[in-house]
């Protein structure tokens, strides 16, 4: 009898590759419901004749295509870990896997989820789903309005600009409707509503950054200090070797999450005295201008961390 069951999954649009990694098999399915039933059926039955339940599923993060699916997993009572995409090319590489295709990655990813035993992440339940969706839509929107507003500054004609300019007026309004939608969704949650009001307390942490940070870093509120540094990719990460000692650097992480939580961070250098005094007193230790930022960034992570923790609105003596 198995001890675990190690379970790898490639998620494409349209459908997606998975690998039990203790039984060597390999599976395809469409991504839709039927296919998504079959692999849970599936999986089930590989449960019941190993006689226990599956260790962890690990998934490669695909843009977003890839959490329907670990949320019907996680329904089903599997551990889901999704997985930085980098994180599994580097693993590959160190393992000497070098050859691609759907199956393999499907076997790598097992493989990865065996050796490293990532956390799983939190329960993805059809609000989480929604609302991340939300988000998700907002930042693309967001992306396509910057995109348009930089070909304004290239316009070499009336009737260019004229065209831009209507269609960022039209994603302006589209972005306005997605977030009375985020902020309808969040109303409609007791929890998500509480946590969002303590975020927004913050000097620097508007209605955007607070719906994106009760969103995509869930564990906020729950994780020390040290992991949730590491999670968005804002914990120092030592360089050493032998007797040299390198730079410490930081990195890996949420990267979304981490470039979105940038500008707040901007913001609450102007505004928030507390981060405005941490920022001014590294930039006279002599810290360059990028390391005293992500040093603010990490300290008002943590002072978020913290609130959520202690249920506590925001109050400089927190920091």
Not at 43 to 66: H, P, S
Not at 70 to 81: D, E, K
Not at 179 to 201: D, F, Y
Not at 278 to 304: C, D, N, P, S, W
Request: with cysteine; aromatic share 4%; charged share 25%.
């Amino acid at each position: 009898m198995m001890k675990k069951l190690h379970v790898g999954i490639d998620v494409a649009k349209k459908f997606f590759d998975l690998h039990l990694l203790e039984t060597r098999k390999d599976q395809h399915y469409d991504y839709n419901e039927l296919g998504i039933s079959l692999c849970l059926k599936h999986l089930k039955e590989e449960e019941a004749k190993a006689g226990v339940k599956i260790q962890l599923v690990t998934m490669e993060a695909t843009g977003g295509y890839e959490l329907k699916l670990a949320g019907r997993l996680q329904a089903q009572g599997m551990p889901v870990a999704i997985i930085n995409p980098r994180r599994i090319r580097d693993y590959a590489k160190a393992a000497g896997k070098l050859a691609k295709t759907d199956k393999i990655d499907a076997r790598v990813i097992a493989a990865f989820g065996e050796a490293l035993a990532p956390p799983a992440n939190e329960l993805l339940d059809e609000n989480a789903l929604k609302l991340h969706s939300l988000v998700a839509r907002r930042r693309q929107l967001v992306g396509m309005r910057v995109a348009e507003s930089n070909r304004m500054e290239h316009a070499d004609d009336q009737a260019s600009a004229r065209s831009i300019g209507v269609i960022v007026q039209a994603l302006q309004q589209e972005i306005s409707e997605i977030e009375k939608q985020i902020a309808e969704h969040i109303r409609q949650q007791p929890e998500l509503q509480k946590k969002t009001e303590l975020l927004k307390s913050v000097p620097g942490v508007g209605e955007t950054t607070a719906a994106m940070l009760v969103t995509e870093l869930p564990e906020l509120g729950r994780a020390n200090r040290q992991e949730i540094a590491a999670l968005v990719g804002v914990a120092p990460l030592n360089r050493d070797s032998g007797l040299h000692r390198g730079k410490r650097m930081t990195g890996g992480g949420r990267r979304t999450v981490r470039s979105r939580f940038y500008m707040s961070v901007v913001v609450a250098i102007q505004h928030n005295p507390v981060i405005r005094r941490f920022y001014r007193h590294l930039l006279e230790q002599g810290k360059a201008k990028m390391t005293a930022l992500v040093a603010a960034m990490r300290k008002l992570l943590v002072i978020l961390n913290t609130m959520l923790k202690k249920n506590q609105a925001w109050t400089p003596r927190i920091a």
